[in-house]
């Protein structure tokens, strides 16, 4: 498996002539995706992470990525629904333990509060999600429903992004603590925790379908799913970019204080 025997994937699929034939093929094949399709390649996260954007603009990822954030234990819990192993479901909760937090510990979301309260927008507004575009909100719900409705396998394989995570946070936080001087390390916590969590994180989902996944067409479910997430995560980089960048916000979105 190689590269140039992946250039017939669509937005969709890997394309029906691929054929999956090993676990290592998969993998290879997933790794493929995520060096072409993640979100760290978008014209967005250039600009954000390249100090290009102003404050206005950064507190709008922030408030719609908070959305997507708020949603995540949502969906793990869907896909422990999906389960009647209690081994994989044990594994899968501290997922949701990571983002929800537990009695007097934080969790992710809190942490993501930390990073938009810090930027100065009010926290009942961001939690109220009302400002939201409205792509985010789609994309965020897509997701869920889509975890819900495929098979257990492909929602697993749905979370193999954090396969590319570490690279982006790393990225993210050297980035803007050295362009932003309305940021600083505390409201970037959020993103050091998930140096340690991700690719733990990564590695159970990656066994899991290298296991799995024992046919050519269950591999290309596997590789498709990761596709699906790929582009949930793009599609609402697009929104934030047409709306913020290019200004064309839709009615009721959040609109940035001029200056």
Same mark, same amino acid.
């Given at each position: 498996?190689?590269?140039?025997?992946?250039?017939?994937?669509?937005? %969709?699929?890997? $394309?029906?002539?691929?054929?999956?034939?090993?676990? &290592?093929?998969?993998?290879?094949?997933?790794?493929?995706?995520?060096?072409?399709?993640?979100?760290?390649?978008? #014209?967005?996260?250039? %600009?954000?992470?390249?100090?290009?954007?102003?404050?206005?603009?950064?507190?709008?990822?922030?408030?719609?990525?908070?959305?997507?954030?708020?949603?995540?234990?949502?969906?793990?819990?869907?896909?422990?629904?999906?389960?009647?192993?209690?081994?994989?479901?044990? &594994?899968? +909760?501290? +997922?949701?333990?990571?983002?929800?937090?537990?009695?007097?510990?934080?969790?992710?979301?809190? +942490?993501? %509060?930390?990073?938009?309260?810090?930027?100065?927008? !009010?926290?009942?507004?961001?939690?109220?999600?009302? $400002?939201?575009?409205?792509?985010?909100?789609?994309?965020?719900? /897509?997701?869920?429903?889509? =975890?819900?409705?495929?098979? #257990?396998?492909?929602?697993?394989?749905?979370?193999?992004?954090?396969?590319? /995570?570490?690279?982006?946070?790393?990225? +993210?936080?050297? $980035?803007?603590?050295?362009?932003? !001087?309305?940021?600083? #390390?505390?409201?970037?916590?959020?993103?050091?925790?998930?140096?340690?969590?991700?690719?733990? !994180?990564?590695?159970? /989902?990656?066994?899991?379908?290298?296991?799995?996944?024992?046919?050519?067409?269950?591999?290309?479910?596997? =590789?498709? /799913?990761?596709?699906?997430?790929?582009?949930?995560?793009?599609?609402?980089?697009?929104?934030?970019?047409?709306?913020?960048?290019? $200004?064309?916000?839709? #009615?009721?979105?959040?609109?940035?204080?001029?200056?």
């Amino acid at each position: 498996m190689n590269a140039a025997s992946l250039t017939g994937m669509t937005a %969709l699929s890997i $394309g029906k002539d691929i054929r999956l034939n090993s676990a &290592e093929e998969l993998e290879a094949a997933l790794r493929h995706i995520g060096a072409t399709r993640y979100h760290s390649l978008h #014209p967005f996260h250039k %600009l954000l992470h390249g100090g290009k954007l102003n404050k206005g603009q950064v507190q709008a990822w922030a408030l719609n990525r908070y959305y997507y954030q708020s949603t995540i234990p949502i969906k793990d819990a869907v896909v422990i629904s999906r389960f009647r192993d209690r081994a994989t479901r044990l &594994e899968w +909760r501290h +997922r949701i333990e990571d983002h929800d937090g537990d009695v007097g510990s934080e969790g992710g979301i809190e +942490r993501w %509060l930390k990073l938009t309260d810090g930027l100065g927008l !009010d926290t009942a507004y961001v939690e109220s999600t009302e $400002g939201i575009l409205p792509a985010t909100r789609f994309a965020v719900e /897509a997701y869920v429903h889509y =975890c819900r409705e495929k098979s #257990p396998l492909e929602a697993i394989a749905s979370s193999l992004t954090e396969l590319f /995570a570490p690279s982006i946070h790393e990225e +993210r936080i050297a $980035g803007m603590l050295q362009h932003y !001087d309305f940021v600083n #390390p505390d409201i970037m916590s959020y993103f050091k925790r998930r140096l340690t969590q991700a690719p733990r !994180d990564a590695n159970f /989902a990656l066994d899991y379908v290298r296991t799995h996944a024992t046919t050519p067409e269950q591999r290309a479910s596997v =590789c498709n /799913a990761l596709i699906f997430k790929t582009n949930v995560l793009w599609v609402q980089l697009d929104a934030l970019y047409y709306a913020y960048v290019e $200004g064309n916000i839709p #009615p009721g979105a959040f609109v940035p204080k001029a200056g």
